[in-house]
């Protein structure tokens, strides 16, 4: 299970969901990248004029464990809660079909 094709189609779905949301006020959208800060993480980024601006999500690679974020599993995406740190619930996963639905122009959904 290759989860490098679906981090693209993750950042493919988020340029496409911005630029429609950004299109209603006529501005330019942003892009977004990811960025392999770990083995155990990505971090998409938003880029506006050629500049890291913000964190648009988190992406878990590998299944594990840790004391605050608690089981974490390959493809969870986790909205930020730093630059460089996740929040700790998974609002999705990208080997759901559906995964773009806990995504917002801004990121990941709030918890309900």
């Known amino acids: 299970m290759d989860i490098k094709p679906k981090i693209e189609e993750f950042i493919r779905v988020a340029d496409r969901l911005v630029a429609d949301y950004l299109s209603a006020y006529s501005m330019a959208p942003p892009i977004h990248r ?6 155990k993480w990505v971090r998409v980024v ?11 999500a988190f992406i878990c ?3 594990y464990t840790t004391k ?3 089981q ?8 930020p ?7 700790k619930h998974a609002r999705g996963n990208v080997f ?3 995964f773009g639905k806990c995504l917002t122009p801004y990121g990941p959904v709030y918890l309900k």
């Not at 990811?34 to 083995?39: E, G, K, L, Q, R």
């Not at 938003?46 to 648009?56: I, L």
């Not at 809660?81 to 929040?87: C, I, L, N, P, S």
């Open 34 to 39: 990811a960025d392999y800060i770990s083995d």
């Open 46 to 56: 938003t880029v506006e004029n050629g500049r890291d601006s913000s964190v648009y």
């Open 61 to 63: 690679l590998k299944d």
């Open 68 to 70: 605050t974020l608690g």
């Open 72 to 79: 974490l599993k390959t493809g969870d995406i986790h909205k």
């Open 81 to 87: 809660a730093t630059f460089k740190v996740a929040a």
């Open 96 to 98: 759901d079909a559906d």
